[in-house]
């Protein structure tokens, strides 16, 4: 800022006191300049001025040796009372519970197997109800054979082809012979089986089938046996139960 407008202000305000300070005197001394400068002499009004009363407030300088009184009197505080703790109820000791033991398990019992259960044995159409004669062919006078009949329930010859007999021999293997076999020269009901060369058949089985082609069978397997000599068995009968 320039100092310029600040000597300006300073002589303003000097110019401004100086005016209010000239009135202030010809106020306070106007009647006096009067009668000096030999003017009419004349009993002014009087102005009144107020004055502002001052109520003075007496400042108390506080003594730093002075102790303030207290307002008012502190009374003892009591402290508050301790908690009694609160102690827990004694137990009453009593006579020992008695506690129950469990039994021990029974023992399982080891199940038992069921019983076998008895298999019925098959229902066969034919049953054997003749075993085979024997008779003892002399050299040169026979040819070894096994021969004999099958009949129905009522005990007639069975028709001829109705049945199959079959032959497992030690010697000579499977064969077969159809009940009544016109090719064989056979009657109803009769089946025969001859060596092919005069040996025994040894130890052999016979069997009731349905035919060459179906060995189903229809009896039990019947096992019979030949003599260490040439021989016949003749006579051998099969009977159908129905």
Not at 23 to 52: D, E, Q, Y
Not at 213 to 227: C, V
Request: charged share 10%; glycine share 8%.
């Amino acid at each position: 800022m320039s100092s310029k407008p600040v000597t300006y202000l300073v002589l303003a305000l000097a110019a401004a006191m100086f005016c209010i300070l000239g009135m202030l005197i010809a106020v306070l001394l106007g009647p006096s300049l009067g009668g000096l400068l030999g003017a009419p002499s004349s009993t002014p009004t009087a102005t009144k001025t107020f004055v502002p009363t001052f109520t003075a407030t007496p400042t108390v300088v506080a003594n730093p040796t002075d102790t303030p009184e207290p307002t008012s009197t502190p009374e003892p505080t009591t402290p508050p009372e301790a908690p009694t703790p609160t102690l827990p109820p004694t137990p009453t000791v009593g006579p020992p519970t008695m506690t129950a033991t469990a039994p021990p398990p029974a023992p399982t019992a080891t199940p038992k197997p069921p019983p076998p259960t008895n298999t019925p044995e098959p229902s066969f159409e034919y049953e054997m109800i003749q075993l085979p004669t024997r008779d003892f062919c002399h050299p040169g006078t026979c040819i070894p054979a096994i021969s004999g009949e099958v009949v129905d329930a009522q005990g007639q010859p069975l028709p001829r082809y109705m049945a199959t007999i079959k032959l497992d021999s030690q010697v000579f293997g499977v064969a077969y012979c159809i009940v009544g076999d016109e090719s064989r020269l056979l009657q109803p009901g009769q089946f025969k089986f001859e060596t092919p060369d005069g040996q025994s058949f040894g130890d052999y089985t016979l069997t009731v089938v349905r035919g060459p082609g179906d060995p189903h069978p229809l009896s039990i397997t019947y096992s019979l046996g030949m003599a260490p000599g040439k021989s016949n068995h003749w006579g051998i009968g099969f009977r159908r139960k129905f």
